[in-house]
Structures are given as structure tokens and as C-alpha cells.
């Protein structure tokens, strides 16, 4: 009979019930209103981990030496397959300008894009299955520390989340105003682009703006970089692949009559394939030495971080539709014809695990506005196909059993 209630479930989708729901937007907004920093999220890892061993889940509190919180769920129909469900934790170094009374009191700090509901929502499907464990196999809950700086979900790696937590599959999503509110994107291969950050320094001569003949303008050189660093996506990459490479600071100077010895580049490269990513830095530092050695200056470039694309599996898509499709109806569910150029350090995960990443639609601002806040209607959405997600899934594996024996 356990097996036959996991079925049914699969098949309708989970229900999240209004008290749960209630419950989800108060946490929520206590976690708007104190928001923090990554690898910073001792307030909020706190918090996730009194919840979950509330509700009788094994919890590893500051895994790996970071602030993240791993959550473990066995199911009460025997073992099975493991699969990951993540959130992010961290907010942005920003200031709030929402107005609302659940607004930010850490001065400039803000959850301008949606991890306070990512980590509701992942705590609302906590509790839910930990009510329901009507499954075979287990569950990983993974609340992860620093998204925004890109560096968090390495940091797990790092300290061996796979290793400890070996997941057959794994899942994750993100509010988007680009969808319509009750939708749900989800597309195969590339969804969010790779993210590199770069510094160019260039070193020449300052002197006398009336005498250039006695300096090497760092200026001058930049300036021609600038120009040369266009052509790096429009004659070196295919027109069948994306990549957008964009200078946005160019510092150098103190007044108006001296030439500068000193000047500085930054900017950012974002591509949906490895092999883009790879070709355009090759050419950025390529074009940098080019430089150098043209205009007589040492210029170094400064690769600051870099993230790959976050590419999603064929299979994990499909098992995200089918939950979708249980809990918002089949309609409800797009694939979104171009990826976002946004980034995300879930494609670390994705390197080491097969799974997908899916948008749900919020209706709101867009992410890193000011007055950004999460859209509470998207909670139970959210919740509701994590958990279909688990029950679907684990429950393949009760009919495989069955059908084998």
C-alpha cells in the first residue's frame, strides 16, 4: 500500500497546504530582512538547520568549513536512488530600496535576487517529504553559501559533497521575470552562460601632458585595446556559438595635465559552450601580449574568476517537465527558445552530477534591482514540484523494483 500512495502522489504532484505555505512566507521574510553576504550566512545556516532537524532530519551543519547546511532524508519505502535538491543562501552587497516592512535592516546588504525564497522554498519541499517520506531512496537537501561571488558551490566540492553525498541526480531553480508568474522554464544544453572576470593592467611612462614625446601613454594603449578587443567575439568566434565580451571600467589618471604611468581595464566575458569560453580568453590574452609588444608597455592581464555554463542533461529536463507539469499543468510549462546570459556557480554542480536547473516565473522586478523582492505566490509552486520531483523520481525506482521481481 506505501508503494501505491508513492504512485499516486507522483502522478497528481505534491499539494503544499496552506499552513506550509504561511509558514514558507514567514521565513522567508525574516530572511529578507536580515539578508548576508556569501560564505557570511551564519544567521541564515542557523535557522535552515533548527528547521530541519525539527522536522527529523539529519543535518551537517557548516559543512566543509563554510556556512552550508546539508540536509539527509531516507525514505520510508527502503533504499533507492539519492537525489540532490539545492538553494542558495547569500545575498548582494547592496542596498534595499524595497520600502516594504520586511526591508533589509543590514545596511548595504540585500536579497536583490531571490535566495531568500530559494531557501524557503527548498525548506518548504524539506518538510514536506519529511512529513510524507512516502519514497524509496534518499534526498539531499543542499543549502548552499556564496552564489552571488560564484564561489560557494565549489567550495562544497571542494570539500567533498559528492564524496560524502554521492547524488545520482540533481536539481535547482531560479525566479524569472522573463517567464510569465505559474510558468516554468526549463530548456536542454545551455540555460545561464559562463561568467569570467578579468583585469588588464597596463604599465607605461607618465610625464607632462605637453611633452608625450618623453611618456608611453598607458591611455593611448588602452584605448587601441578597447577597440581591438571588438573583434575578439565578431572574427574569432562562430556565429553559431554566443559569447559577449565587455570592457565596463577603464581608470587611469590623478590630473588633468599629467599623462598617467598606470592604467586599468576591467571587464567581463560570458559564453554558452566551454569551447567559446576557452577561444575568447585565449584571444583576450593573445591581444594583450599583441599590445605590449606594439606600444613598447607591460600590460598583464589578470584573470579574477571564472564559472562554466550551466548545461542541462536531456533526461533531468524531461523528469523537470513531467513535475511541473503535475503541480502547474502541462500548459504551464515552456522551453525558453535562448538562454539567459546571467551565470551560476550550480553548473559546478552539474560537472560533477547529471541534472538540470529550471526557471520558475516571478512576477516582479528583475533580479539585482534595488527595490527587488521575491514574489511569496512563487513558495508553494516551488515546494511543490521539489518534492513531485522526489516523489517521481524515487518512486521510478519503487516500479523498477516491483516490475523485477
Same mark, same amino acid.
Given at each position: 500500500?506505501?508503494?501505491?500512495?508513492?504512485?499516486?502522489?507522483?502522478?497528481?504532484?505534491?499539494?503544499?497546504?496552506?499552513?506550509?505555505?504561511?509558514?514558507?512566507?514567514?521565513?522567508?521574510?525574516?530572511?529578507?530582512?536580515?539578508?548576508?553576504?556569501?560564505?557570511?550566512?551564519?544567521?541564515?545556516?542557523?535557522?535552515?538547520?533548527?528547521?530541519?532537524?525539527?522536522?527529523?532530519?539529519?543535518?551537517?551543519?557548516?559543512?566543509?568549513?563554510?556556512?552550508?547546511?546539508?540536509?539527509?532524508?531516507?525514505?520510508?519505502?527502503?533504499?533507492?536512488?539519492?537525489?540532490?535538491?539545492?538553494?542558495?543562501?547569500?545575498?548582494?552587497?547592496?542596498?534595499?530600496?524595497?520600502?516594504?516592512?520586511?526591508?533589509?535592516?543590514?545596511?548595504?546588504?540585500?536579497?536583490?535576487?531571490?535566495?531568500?525564497?530559494?531557501?524557503?522554498?527548498?525548506?518548504?519541499?524539506?518538510?514536506?517529504?519529511?512529513?510524507?517520506?512516502?519514497?524509496?531512496?534518499?534526498?539531499?537537501?543542499?543549502?548552499?553559501?556564496?552564489?552571488?561571488?560564484?564561489?560557494?558551490?565549489?567550495?562544497?566540492?571542494?570539500?567533498?559533497?559528492?564524496?560524502?553525498?554521492?547524488?545520482?541526480?540533481?536539481?535547482?531553480?531560479?525566479?524569472?521575470?522573463?517567464?510569465?508568474?505559474?510558468?516554468?522554464?526549463?530548456?536542454?544544453?545551455?540555460?545561464?552562460?559562463?561568467?569570467?572576470?578579468?583585469?588588464?593592467?597596463?604599465?607605461? /611612462?607618465?610625464?607632462? !601632458? #605637453?611633452?608625450?614625446?618623453? %611618456?608611453?601613454?598607458? =591611455?593611448?594603449?588602452?584605448?587601441? +585595446?578597447?577597440? $581591438?578587443?571588438?573583434?575578439?567575439?565578431?572574427?574569432?568566434?562562430?556565429?553559431?556559438?554566443?559569447?559577449?565580451?565587455?570592457?565596463?571600467?577603464?581608470?587611469?589618471?590623478?590630473?588633468?595635465?599629467?599623462?598617467?604611468?598606470?592604467?586599468?581595464?576591467?571587464?567581463?566575458?560570458?559564453?554558452?559552450?566551454?569551447?567559446?569560453?576557452?577561444?575568447?580568453?585565449?584571444?583576450?590574452?593573445?591581444?594583450?601580449?599583441?599590445?605590449?609588444?606594439?606600444?613598447?608597455?607591460?600590460?598583464?592581464?589578470?584573470?579574477?574568476?571564472?564559472?562554466?555554463?550551466?548545461?542541462?542533461?536531456?533526461?533531468?529536463?524531461?523528469? /523537470?517537465?513531467?513535475? !511541473? #507539469?503535475?503541480?502547474?499543468? %502541462?500548459?504551464?510549462? =515552456?522551453?525558453?527558445?535562448?538562454? +539567459?546570459?546571467? $551565470?551560476?556557480?550550480?553548473?559546478?554542480?552539474?560537472?560533477?552530477?547529471?541534472?538540470?536547473?529550471?526557471?520558475?516565473?516571478?512576477?516582479?522586478?528583475?533580479?539585482?534591482?534595488?527595490?527587488?523582492?521575491?514574489?511569496?505566490?512563487?513558495?508553494?509552486?516551488?515546494?511543490?514540484?521539489?518534492?513531485?520531483?522526489?516523489?517521481?523520481?524515487?518512486?521510478?525506482?519503487?516500479?523498477?523494483?516491483?516490475?523485477?521481481?
Amino acid at each position: 500500500m506505501p508503494a501505491a500512495v508513492a504512485h499516486t502522489v507522483a502522478l497528481a504532484g505534491a499539494r503544499i497546504g496552506d499552513d506550509l505555505a504561511q509558514a514558507m512566507r514567514g521565513w522567508r521574510r525574516d530572511f529578507h530582512r536580515y539578508p548576508e553576504l556569501g560564505h557570511q550566512e551564519h544567521r541564515t545556516a542557523t535557522r535552515v538547520a533548527e528547521l530541519l532537524r525539527g522536522w527529523g532530519i539529519v543535518v551537517h551543519e557548516g559543512y566543509g568549513g563554510t556556512t552550508g547546511v546539508i540536509g539527509v532524508l531516507d525514505g520510508r519505502l527502503g533504499s533507492g536512488p539519492t537525489l540532490g535538491l539545492r538553494a542558495d543562501m547569500d545575498a548582494l552587497p547592496m542596498q534595499d530600496q524595497g520600502g516594504h516592512e520586511h526591508q533589509s535592516r543590514h545596511d548595504g546588504v540585500a536579497h536583490a535576487c531571490g535566495h531568500d525564497g530559494h531557501t524557503a522554498i527548498l525548506l518548504g519541499a524539506a518538510c514536506h517529504l519529511a512529513a510524507h517520506p512516502d519514497f524509496a531512496g534518499r534526498v539531499v537537501f543542499i543549502f548552499q553559501p556564496a552564489e552571488e561571488p560564484l564561489t560557494g558551490a565549489q567550495a562544497l566540492v571542494d570539500a567533498g559533497l559528492f564524496r560524502d553525498f554521492p547524488c545520482d541526480e540533481l536539481y535547482g531553480l531560479h525566479n524569472n521575470n522573463c517567464i510569465g508568474p505559474g510558468q516554468v522554464g526549463v530548456r536542454v544544453g545551455a540555460i545561464l552562460s559562463a561568467c569570467d572576470l578579468f583585469e588588464i593592467h597596463i604599465q607605461g /611612462v607618465g610625464g607632462h !601632458a #605637453a611633452m608625450p614625446h618623453q %611618456a608611453n601613454d598607458p =591611455i593611448v594603449v588602452g584605448a587601441a +585595446l578597447v577597440q $581591438s578587443l571588438q573583434s575578439v567575439v565578431s572574427r574569432n568566434i562562430s556565429p553559431f556559438e554566443t559569447a559577449v565580451l565587455s570592457i565596463c571600467q577603464f581608470q587611469a589618471g590623478s590630473a588633468i595635465n599629467v599623462i598617467a604611468d598606470h592604467a586599468v581595464l576591467r571587464g567581463t566575458v560570458r559564453t554558452l559552450s566551454r569551447e567559446a569560453q576557452a577561444r575568447t580568453l585565449e584571444r583576450l590574452r593573445d591581444l594583450c601580449e599583441g599590445a605590449a609588444q606594439g606600444y613598447g608597455c607591460r600590460i598583464e592581464f589578470r584573470h579574477l574568476l571564472s564559472s562554466p555554463p550551466t548545461i542541462n542533461q536531456a533526461g533531468p529536463v524531461d523528469h /523537470v517537465k513531467r513535475a !511541473a #507539469a503535475a503541480v502547474l499543468g %502541462a500548459d504551464q510549462v =515552456i522551453d525558453p527558445v535562448t538562454p +539567459l546570459m546571467a $551565470s551560476e556557480d550550480f553548473a559546478y554542480l552539474l560537472d560533477h552530477c547529471p541534472g538540470a536547473y529550471f526557471f520558475l516565473g516571478h512576477d516582479g522586478l528583475t533580479c539585482h534591482h534595488p527595490e527587488f523582492d521575491f514574489d511569496d505566490a512563487l513558495l508553494p509552486q516551488g515546494a511543490a514540484i521539489f518534492a513531485t520531483l522526489a516523489y517521481q523520481r524515487l518512486a521510478d525506482s519503487v516500479s523498477s523494483k516491483a516490475s523485477a521481481t
